[in-house]
């Protein structure tokens, strides 16, 4: 395999579901084998909700599960299985910042005009 920046974006995916679930890259099998397989499999079979979370966290604000929801989406657009279909860094950049804006924007406030935060219906 050809090491390109893909293989950066996968990484930095990989992080971010670190981060976020609290789980290390690569555990044994029976703990779910490599964190990307399992963070896939548990949305697949529950749901892509706050139950993903690391839940050594005490998160009650419904606006920071919410934007960790959206970087959780980022994540997986990151560790797509085909290179082709990982944005790259700059997108990922965007979508970190739109996510962000639209947890912080005060009430009332209009949304972004340019969507760069494409929705993933399956995971």
């Known amino acids: 395999m050809k090491v390109n920046e893909k293989c950066d974006i996968y990484s930095y995916g990989v992080v971010l579901l670190e981060l976020l679930t609290g789980r290390r890259p690569v555990q044994p099998l029976e703990q779910g084998g490599d964190l990307v397989t399992w963070t896939r499999n548990y949305i697949r079979s529950n749901s892509l909700d706050s139950t993903v979370l690391d839940r050594r966290l005490d998160i009650g604000d419904k606006a920071t599960v919410d934007h960790m929801i959206s970087v959780m989406k980022i994540a997986l657009l990151c560790t797509s299985m085909s290179p082709f279909d990982r944005p790259p860094m700059r997108q990922v950049v965007m979508m970190l910042i739109e996510s962000?804006?639209?947890?912080?924007?005060?009430a009332g406030s209009p949304p972004s005009s340019h969507n760069h935060f494409p929705m993933?219906?399956?995971v």
């Open 100 to 106: 962000k804006e639209r947890e912080g924007r005060p």
């Open 120 to 122: 993933e219906d399956s």
